[in-house]
């Protein structure tokens, strides 16, 4: 067993970090202060109560002694545990405010734990939400209204890689393992998973797979599911294991429908996943162009070029200016190749020539090639500045002070994407005046298809006061509302959790639901498993 250095590090229920991370009363002053000369009006930084200051509703479940060793009723992790860490809640928890709060928190420590917790849940019709690491945007781990009693199901024991097959290069990993950790335990061997999502530092394999989640690759193996072999997931009604298979056409998948699944249908304990080697040949290059729209004509002939760029983000104007200190008025797109066996100077030209037929510009010695002697290839320049401001950081500064942001995503086919990105920045304008009396909306690729795009939207409202979060979701409707009448997802790698439910019910089939309700009730006859999420049981 490999030791986690941060096993007992406690997580900070208000920001996405730790809790030796938060920035203090002090800091959060001087940029209240900073803040109030920038925007003319003042703000206060709030005191913010510490876990055993909290008021919360005493548990209303008995543990029995089955459960006890490993389950906990403390204000710190019930108060951890109903709130994600990154969602529409910020605010509500910096004020201490927990009017639905989980009753416990269960951490088994061993399957035959699992098996006895779910046991019991079930047999006492207790709602159970499997928790991975709580860095859902979407509401998806927050405990339902109306239920009698909740307990959160905090994977964090299952954290090894058991098993390396070198010869298949594949690993079985348990669920509950945080990103940067997994990859401590492949580094030793040479092998990667190479999953990055931008909330790597603080989220879970298992939280992935049951959330579809995108990750490092803008092409080609975009999300969690290229990278899965079999899973194992323990229902109320028993285990789920499917073969371990490089590929199968033998009817409906097992592992697709655990993919995705978001906790509805079990707990999700371990799977095998594919790796790789480590890269160690590199390509990278900042392209910019003039227009917005020369820029994602570029991406598109690329992608349908097939030449698979690990890296094919581009940035509009607003976003580049922000994050990669260009001049506001020109458009970035960053190309980035890699591979543990081949050079990459081959593709990379291939790429670059394709955005200078389109009007893209770059000096031929801003191509950074590193060939395997170890070559800085992502630090320099524009693409430099926005790999550092992409990544995100403990942040808090702002936490508690009325400031409204956040983060929209969707994906649409190239034929209507013009179209589709019009309409939105259209809504943006209009539900930001109305809510906040303006502000300001950046869009940026996170990945790419030979057959569309998947646009990450961020806005910042003008500051406005009043209730911030409700203000958020407010916004968060509005444009939801638009994606799905322009015919985008609701979601393309956030998930869909409570808060894109309204939407996913209009996008998926009925009949689809009517088959995922029957298949919750084969392995969850008492519908215990993370109600209200994806359907109604």
Request: one cysteine or more; hydrophobic letters at 35%.
């Amino acid at each position: 067993m490999t030791e986690n250095p941060n096993r007992d590090r406690r997580r900070s229920r208000w920001i996405f970090a730790y809790e030796d991370e938060e920035p203090t009363f002090e800091e959060r002053k001087t940029e209240a202060a900073r803040l109030s000369s920038q925007l003319g009006t003042e703000l206060t930084a709030p005191q913010i109560p510490t876990p055993e200051d909290l008021e919360l509703r005493k548990p209303r479940v008995t543990i029995p002694d089955a459960i006890a060793e490993f389950t906990r009723t403390d204000n710190y992790d019930r108060a951890m545990h109903t709130y994600s860490s990154y969602g529409l809640n910020r605010e509500a928890a910096i004020r201490g405010e927990y009017p639905n709060p989980v009753d416990a928190v269960a951490h088994p420590r061993t399957e035959e734990d699992l098996e006895r917790l779910l046991t019991w849940a079930s047999d006492n019709n207790i709602v159970a939400i499997p928790y991975g690491a709580g860095s859902s945007v979407v509401d998806g781990t927050n405990p339902p209204d109306g239920a009698d009693a909740v307990v959160t199901i905090d994977m964090d024991h299952f954290d090894q890689v058991l098993e390396i097959d070198e010869t298949s290069r594949a690993a079985r990993i348990q669920a509950g393992v945080y990103g940067p950790f997994l990859e401590d335990q492949l580094r030793p061997a040479g092998f990667t998973l190479r999953h990055f999502p931008q909330s790597f530092a603080l989220s879970t394999l298992g939280g992935w797979i049951a959330t579809r989640s995108g990750g490092h690759y803008a092409t080609n193996h975009t999300h969690i599911d290229e990278f899965v072999e079999s899973t194992r997931m323990l229902t109320p009604n028993g285990w789920w294991e499917s073969r371990r298979l490089p590929g199968s056409g033998a009817g409906t998948s097992p592992d697709r429908v655990v993919i995705g699944s978001e906790g509805i249908l079990g707990v999700i304990t371990e799977a095998w996943m594919r790796i790789q080697a480590r890269p160690t040949f590199r390509a990278t290059a900042g392209v910019t162009f003039s227009t917005w729209e020369s820029g994602y004509e570029a991406v598109r002939q690329i992608v349908q070029a097939k030449l698979w760029p690990a890296n094919l983000r581009i940035l509009d104007p607003l976003l580049a200016g922000g994050s990669a200190g260009l001049d506001g008025e020109t458009t970035l797109l960053i190309i980035g190749f890699e591979s543990a066996e081949l050079s990459q100077r081959q593709p990379m030209a291939a790429a670059v020539e394709i955005a200078r037929n389109c009007g893209g510009h770059i000096p031929d010695d801003e191509i950074l090639v590193d060939d395997g002697d170890g070559k800085p290839t992502g630090r320099a320049g524009a693409v430099g500045a926005w790999r550092d401001a992409f990544i995100p950081k403990g942040g808090g500064l702002q936490a508690g002070l009325g400031l409204v942001g956040g983060t929209i995503e969707t994906s649409i086919t190239w034929d209507r994407w013009p179209d589709f990105d019009h309409a939105m920045r259209e809504s943006f304008r209009r539900v930001l005046d109305e809510e906040c009396g303006g502000g300001t909306v950046n869009c940026r690729f996170t990945h790419v298809y030979t057959d569309g795009p998947a646009p990450y939207y961020t806005y910042a409202g003008a500051y406005k006061g009043g209730d911030a979060d409700a203000q958020e979701r407010a916004i968060k409707h509005a444009l939801s509302e638009t994606i799905e009448k322009n015919g985008g997802t609701i979601t393309h790698h956030h998930a869909v959790g409570r808060l894109h439910r309204p939407q996913y019910d209009r996008q998926r089939p009925d009949l689809f639901a009517d088959a995922l309700r029957a298949a919750k009730k084969s392995v969850d006859p008492n519908g215990i498993l993370n109600p209200g999420v994806l359907i109604d049981p």
